[in-house]
């Protein structure tokens, strides 16, 4: 589905990216973690060809990202608060989502229905525009926005982050659903290790740029992951 | 210390910024004004004396000068309304750290002083009192008077920064110097009180007798303490986090059904100018921009200059033009990344923001009819120039806003926040003026008032044929510098 080749991303003479080559099947549910700087939203980013490659390319469900832009209709992301339009309601801002991705207000309706308890009715029917609600309720908005339109991919920069427990616990839920009965491919960064294995199944660690692990979770995976990031490499 | 430290910070906002080439590149044009202002100021303030003596050879020049004083303040008080903003300062991150608020708002204040709006009268008053002196009037006296004159200014300086924040605060915009500028002066015409003898005789005062420069330096006081109160009460966090929570009106604006596949656009654009403080002024700007004529066409003068007419024409239907027009599509900035990796035509965005203009243009058209009354060139001209700004200006100005790199954050409401207004503003507008202008004001000159009439509308109507291909070639241009925008966009 995805297919990642030589990519690079460098800056003046820093190489912030190196990735010679990842591949990511269709309905897997993938997880990035890594320290701060280590490349997650830059992989993200070029994913969106928010930013042009040095070197390489990246090619989703065979479209060359950063010469098409046909990739897009199936694809649907939410990397952080500047993805939200701040003098629009959360229902707007759903509708005028829907409607880029081609869908009318009964379908986005319906969908947004779903989530009624993730919401914890703090967005639906409030009267707020999204630049006065808190970064939680933003964060929660962001994220169903991105499920609109039944993309096939749906990329996610750290969606825990902020969440308060029950929500993060909900979210897990929805994931987990998307990947294993729907078939949607999500990709999914953070940084707690817990969240991540709790619902990816495969896990990629990235550092300085570069892949250092690729795992397939399993129940040593936290405890593996936990070594890595403490600087104690399990023998 | 402290000082240094704020202006180490400004320095380095301003070099290392996004938009640094291109604020280059106004700041030449700025200097170029600012030279060209001094220059004036200096040759009127040594010619003034003289001149007044030669034309008026019975009366004292320096009385003269003073009789004018009053309407010299409304002038100044006027531009600096549209031209000065107070100093940008980004204060959020300070408030956390050991720095008074009190030395905060004291600096903003005291760089304020600094202006070149504070300045530029020294160019024109210095030598007319050098001039004074030379011509035997005591020096003493005349260095009070300057000293007077100073205070008053600074004393403008700081009104104006209190005007300014009561209309930022409503959302009257210009309304309350127009009413404060438009009541002086017709209080002042109609004799009811009369301001000019009572500036005068003050002046006069001080030059007599220097303990009255007291009074306006207590003005200049109470202006500065009441800024100082102001700036000081907008300086806590949570006036600038604890946003009041607006009630939304919302609407679902069916009818922008009717323009098809951009409608969504339209919706979003509609709300955009609607529902921030920011765009909503520019909707106010409308209606100083339409009542402009009425400066121009009562006076007999303009009535013989029908070259002027396009210009106005311009001015007032594509006032809207300009002011919106000017910043897209940083208008979108906050949420740039977002439309970019959305499922969306870019093509489909930049018509929508075309039809908006260009609706604008034949509302304001529409009402701008009445000046028929001043006479049917008027009426014909305005045609002529709502013709090109629908064709020509709105495509420029789409081409324009490719270059833009300059973020607009719509969400920012706390104190000190003026991004994208202030002088520069104004000269962007220049060239989607002055070219029609000159156009205009040359086969007026070579040929006649309706053949000036015709090129314009038949510019116009060549753009609106091309649309189509004017319009493939922006969205061209928008794509090829969409990565410099994301990057420029995502920077604070």
Redesign the interface.
């Known amino acids: 589905m995805i297919e990642t080749k030589n990519l690079s991303k460098a800056y003046g003479t820093k190489t912030v990216l190196q990735i010679d080559q990842l591949e990511i099947p269709k309905g897997q549910s993938f997880g990035l973690v890594g320290n701060n700087g280590a490349g997650k939203t830059t992989y993200f980013s070029l994913l969106?060809?928010?930013?042009?490659p040095t070197t390489g390319h990246i090619e989703n469900n065979n479209v060359m990202v950063h010469q098409s832009?046909d990739w897009?209709?199936f694809?649907?992301?939410f990397?952080d608060e500047?993805?939200?339009?701040?003098?629009?309601?959360p229902?707007?801002y759903f509708y005028?989502?829907g409607?880029?991705?081609?869908q009318n207000k009964v379908d986005v309706d319906n969908l947004v229905a779903q989530f009624e308890d993730f919401f914890h009715g703090e967005i639906l029917g409030q009267?707020?525009?999204l630049?006065?609600l808190s970064k939680g309720n933003q964060k929660k908005a962001g994220i169903v926005a991105a499920l609109i339109?039944n993309p096939e991919i749906i990329i996610l920069d750290e969606p825990f982050a902020n969440l308060d427990p029950t929500t993060q616990i909900r979210l897990k839920g929805i994931i987990k659903n998307l990947a294993e009965k729907q078939g949607v491919t999500v990709l999914v960064s953070s940084h707690d290790l817990l969240h991540v294995t709790d619902v990816c199944e495969r896990i990629v660690v990235l550092d300085k740029g570069e892949v250092v692990k690729d795992l397939a979770t399993n129940e040593a995976t936290l405890k593996e992951l936990e070594a890595h990031f403490s600087g104690r490499e399990v023998v | 210390m402290t000082l240094k430290h704020f202006l180490n910070l400004e320095w380095k906002q301003f070099f290392r910024s996004a938009s640094f080439g291109k604020s280059i590149a106004l700041n030449i044009l700025m200097i170029f004004f600012a030279l060209y202002f001094i220059v004036s100021f200096l040759i009127m303030g040594i010619a003034l004396y003289p001149g007044l003596k030669k034309a008026f050879p019975e009366e004292d020049p320096f009385v003269i000068v003073n009789g004018f004083l009053f309407f010299y303040i409304l002038v100044d008080m006027a531009m600096r309304f549209f031209l000065q903003k107070l100093p940008v300062m980004s204060v959020k991150p300070l408030l956390t750290l050991p720095v008074k608020r009190n030395k905060v708002v004291h600096y903003v204040l005291r760089k304020s002083a600094m202006s070149f709006f504070n300045i530029l009268p020294l160019f024109a008053f210095v030598p007319f009192s050098i001039m004074l002196i030379i011509n035997g009037y005591p020096s003493s006296s005349v260095l009070i008077w300057l000293l007077a004159i100073i205070v008053v200014t600074l004393i403008i300086n700081f009104l104006n920064f209190l005007i300014e924040s009561i209309s930022s605060e409503t959302e009257l915009s210009f309304l309350p110097i127009i009413v404060l500028i438009g009541g002086l002066f017709a209080l002042n015409h109609f004799n009811v009180i009369s301001f000019s003898e009572l500036v005068s005789q003050g002046f006069m005062a001080i030059y007599s007798n220097p303990i009255f420069v007291l009074v306006p330096v207590l003005i200049l006081a109470i202006t500065y303490m009441a800024n100082f109160k102001q700036l000081k009460s907008k300086l806590f966090l949570d006036s600038s986090l604890k946003?009041k929570?607006?009630?939304?009106n919302?609407s679902s604006m069916e009818w922008t059904r009717r323009f098809g596949d951009i409608?969504?656009f339209m919706?979003?654009d509609l709300?955009?100018i609607w529902?921030?403080k920011r765009t909503k002024s520019s909707v106010w700007m409308l209606l100083l921009g339409l009542l402009y004529g009425l400066f121009f066409y009562p006076q007999p003068t303009y009535a013989n200059m029908p070259w002027f007419f396009a210009f106005i024409g311009i001015f007032v239907t594509g006032i809207f033009l300009i002011n919106f027009g000017q910043f897209i599509p940083a208008w979108d900035s906050?949420?740039?990344?977002?439309l970019?990796?959305?499922?969306?035509k870019y093509e489909q965005y930049l018509k929508s923001k075309w039809t908006l203009m260009t609706m604008s243009v034949v509302i304001l058209f529409v009402l701008s009819i009445p000046y028929v009354y001043f006479g049917w060139k008027i009426l014909l001209a305005h045609f002529a120039a709502a013709i090109y700004n629908v064709g020509v200006n709105t495509h420029v100005i789409l081409y324009g806003g490719s270059f833009n790199r300059k973020k607009i954050d719509?969400?920012q409401r706390a104190a000190f926040n003026y991004q994208g207004t202030g002088a520069v503003q104004w000269i962007i507008g220049i060239p989607l003026m002055l070219l029609p202008l000159a156009i205009f004001g040359i086969t007026y000159a070579i040929s006649s008032f309706e053949i000036g009439c015709v090129v314009l509308t038949v510019l116009g109507t060549t753009g609106i044929v091309l649309h189509d291909k004017l319009m493939t070639f922006i969205t061209k241009k928008y794509l090829d510098s969409k990565?410099k925008m994301?990057?420029a966009f995502?920077q604070d």
Do not use: C, H
């Open positions: 969106l060809d928010l930013i042009k832009e897009k209709p694809t649907s992301a990397i500047s993805f939200l339009i701040g003098y629009l309601t229902e707007e005028f989502i409607e880029l991705r081609g009267k707020k525009y630049r006065d339109g | 946003s929570v607006t009630v939304v919302a409608a969504p919706q979003l709300k955009l529902r921030n906050g949420y740039y990344k977002m970019m990796s959305q499922n969306i719509l969400n990565y994301i990057d995502s």
